[in-house]
């Protein structure tokens, strides 16, 4: 029986458009549930300014927290507030240097652009190709700026662009096979039920006694309102890892049925239970 690896990641979102609300952080929210299913965990995620003593702190911070990737997003474009290598460049006390693999990608992307005119490469498209000592380019399939993999300890800091299409390419390229490397098959497993009549409330003590009785399955209570006043509705979420689906499944399933069992406790006769 092979033992489940734990595999811990960081993400730190890099973007002044982030902190000022002009764009959603969709990103994080698609790379926590693409790491999930892969069997990670996501145990921080941190939004930082276009500023470079900003993201180095938060590498830093995050390094001493000892997880196995830190995944940062945005900044690595040819503008000048573009910082996120310098700031993992200063975090790791690591010079900036041309990597030679990085602008030899540069060149193909760039003469692959236009068949007509050669695109030269210019100081701010060179930039893209300075990374910090030791880093390993990740070719972007979709877009010009190259991912960025630099090993620290038994940590992997990979820094990816910010543009979706582009991150989400690299990610299950390049990024989402060293997740599953390092959880060794592990899945993740869920399953949502409704109930209407009880309040989260009065549900407090049930999920206490509830974990004790399964904690290896983690359950979420979510209020989503009634459709009258005073009507309360709750989406309870269950969820669990588990290296083999059958298991995984039946893990579910018997915690369900024990909270409904729990549920039925109550004497709610007006209580109602239904799949989401």
């Known amino acids: 029986m092979r033992k489940i690896m734990k595999c811990t990641v960081e993400l730190i979102c890099v973007g002044n458009e982030l902190l000022i609300g002009k764009i959603l ?30 993201i180095a702190l938060a590498v830093k911070e995050a390094l001493k927290r000892k997880s196995d990737f830190i995944l940062t997003s945005g900044g ?8 996120t290598l310098k700031g993992v460049a200063k975090a790791l006390k690591k010079p900036l240097k041309l990597n030679r693999e990085a602008l030899l990608f540069l060149k193909e992307k760039y003469s692959s652009l236009s068949d007509e005119e050669k695109i030269k490469l210019n100081k701010a ?5 300075i990374l ?3 880093s390993i380019p990740l070719r972007n399939p979709t877009g010009t700026a190259p991912a960025v993999l630099i090993k620290h300890k038994a940590t992997s800091i990979i820094c990816l662009p910010g543009v979706p299409k582009e991150l989400k390419a690299i990610f299950k390229r390049e990024v989402l096979k060293l997740i599953l490397e390092k959880t060794c098959g592990k899945k993740f497993f869920e399953e949502s039920i409704m109930i209407r009549g009880v309040f989260e409330s009065e549900i407090s003590s049930l999920i206490n006694k509830f974990k004790q009785k399964h904690p290896e399955v983690y359950l979420k209570s979510h209020p989503r309102g009634g459709k009258k006043i005073g009507e309360s509705t709750l989406e309870l979420h269950f969820s669990t890892f588990s290296l083999n689906e059958k298991e995984g499944k039946e893990k579910i399933l018997a915690a369900i049925v024990t909270f409904i069992k729990m549920l039925m406790g109550l004497g709610r006769s007006r209580t109602r239970v239904k799949n989401h």
């Open 25 to 54: 952080n969709k990103n994080a929210q698609w790379l926590c549930k693409e790491i999930t299913k892969a069997g990670g965990k996501v145990i921080k995620e941190t939004t930082v300014s276009d500023d470079v003593d900003e």
């Open 76 to 83: 690595l474009g040819s503008t000048p507030d573009d910082l």
């Open 125 to 129: 498209r060179i930039k893209m190709a």
């Open 132 to 134: 910090p000592e030791g």
